[in-house]
């Protein structure tokens, strides 16, 4: 399996970007999908991730209700809608899979994101 993660870039507070997740290899709608991040100083920490073949998503505290995971099979990618942006929201993004059933077995390379005040 190979993660390209990409659509990162630069906004100011209250923007919007769309991560996109395209996986090669194998289909992604068989196992876990999710997106990290990690901001300069921080740990990486989990943001979101879907289980669709048990209808499950997860999002962390700091994104719910602003952050949304979609999915379009045909293009075997998983995108992140990221809506009223923060400047804590400041991360390098990284998207993974759990193909294994024991953690994150595969990542993208990740993509900058920068939100100003």
């Known amino acids: 399996v190979q993660l390209q993660a990409s659509g990162g870039g630069s906004v100011q507070a209250g923007g919007s970007l769309r991560l996109s997740c395209a996986a090669s290899g194998r289909t992604f709608s068989n196992f876990v999908m999710a997106w990290f991040r990690q901001a300069p100083g921080k740990e990486r920490e989990s943001i979101a991730s879907?289980?669709?073949?048990?209808?499950?998503?997860y999002y962390a505290d700091s994104v719910k209700g602003r952050f949304i995971l979609s999915r379009d099979n045909a293009k075997n990618t998983v995108y992140l809608q990221m809506n009223s942006l923060k400047p804590e929201d400041t991360a390098v993004y990284y998207c993974?899979?759990?193909?294994?059933?024991?953690?994150?077995?595969?990542w993208g390379q990740g993509t900058q994101v920068t939100v100003s005040s």
């Open positions: 993974a899979a759990a193909v294994s059933g024991r953690g994150f077995d595969y």
């Open positions: 879907a289980n669709w073949s048990r209808g499950s998503t």
